[in-house]
């Protein structure tokens, strides 16, 4: 059975079908995760971003798979399973059964994977669930650290409170913005288009929080999608998303962003995404932050 603080955790969630449990126990882990790096020292070294920042410290209001980090200092001696035992302990510690596997790389890449599995029949039946799923069903959370970051982002210590409380380091804000738009702009177009980072475009407007130029230019730069004499403004930011949502079937990308949002109130939403809805007004209402 699970610590009793991992029922307090789950309490928080609306748990009706499997696929509910499966998003409460995924974002309990990654919780269980943040707080086994922190006592590993991992912050000292690197910080959090993506979706996963913006859930669990900014209640962004969507589930998020992955947890993304980024070197503070480039590191090419980084190693990842150092902290991998670290956080395969912790979540024993805290009643989970799981693995946690560095991903061979395949090419040369600055990025360091691993994969965080756990059954999910076995901790549905952990919480007491009447809950059933095939017995081979497997929670996969991908844990990334891109050890030769782009430099200019800003930093901020969080506090977190499950299951205990502790700090996390992640990028502020306006930071995180630049990141997310990097990958919007700069992911290559596939079928599975990622609905997540429009839904996001849309969290950061509505929040009335500024996209940090200067770190997006340093991002862009590092993957050559700008030229160093080229100015990156609010104008040109303008105009490079508008390039890119005319290359998005949104009808993709809503199904792609539907399976992590929680309830059909924020599903009826997804009814007005359109290139009209992001080309012709969300775009023109996004804020930016120009010096550093």
């Not at 590191?75 to 991903?103: P, Q, R, T």
């Not at 993957?223 to 403004?233: K, P, R, V």
Request: hydrophobic share 40%; net charge neutral; with cysteine.
């Amino acid at each position: 059975m699970f610590d009793e603080k991992i029922d307090q955790m789950l309490n928080r969630y609306e748990l009706n079908t499997v696929h509910d449990h499966e998003n409460a126990l995924k974002e309990i882990i990654q919780e269980i995760v943040l707080l086994g790096l922190w006592r590993s020292k991992f912050y000292e070294k690197a910080v959090l971003y993506g979706g996963s920042s913006l859930r669990i410290l900014h209640k962004l209001d969507r589930f998020s798979e992955d947890l993304d980090f980024s070197l503070i200092q480039p590191e090419k001696a980084f190693d990842i399973k150092k902290y991998l035992s670290a956080i395969k302990s912790e979540l024993e510690l805290w009643g989970f059964e799981v693995s946690a596997k560095e991903k061979n790389k395949k090419s040369k890449s600055t990025i360091d994977s691993a994969f965080i599995k756990a059954n999910t029949l076995v901790h549905l039946l952990k919480i007491d669930s009447n809950l059933k799923t095939h017995k081979n069903a497997v929670m996969k959370i991908k844990f990334e650290i891109d050890q030769d970051p782009a430099t200019g982002f800003d930093s901020d210590l969080k506090y977190h409170l499950h299951p205990i409380p502790f700090t996390i380091k992640t990028m502020t804000l306006p930071s995180l913005f630049a990141g997310k738009m990097h990958a919007l702009l700069c992911r290559t177009i596939r079928t599975n288009i990622k609905g997540r980072d429009w839904y996001d475009l849309i969290w950061f407007v509505k929040n009335s929080i500024p996209c940090d130029l200067h770190y997006l230019k340093n991002k862009m730069l590092q993957t050559g999608h700008i030229d160093f004499s080229e100015a990156l403004t609010k104008e040109k930011l303008v105009e490079l998303i508008s390039k890119k949502s005319k290359e998005i079937d949104f009808s993709l990308a809503k199904n792609d962003v539907e399976p992590f949002l929680k309830n059909s109130r924020q599903k009826d939403e997804l009814s007005l995404w359109s290139d009209d809805f992001f080309n012709g007004y969300l775009i023109h209402e996004i804020d930016v932050q120009m010096d550093h």
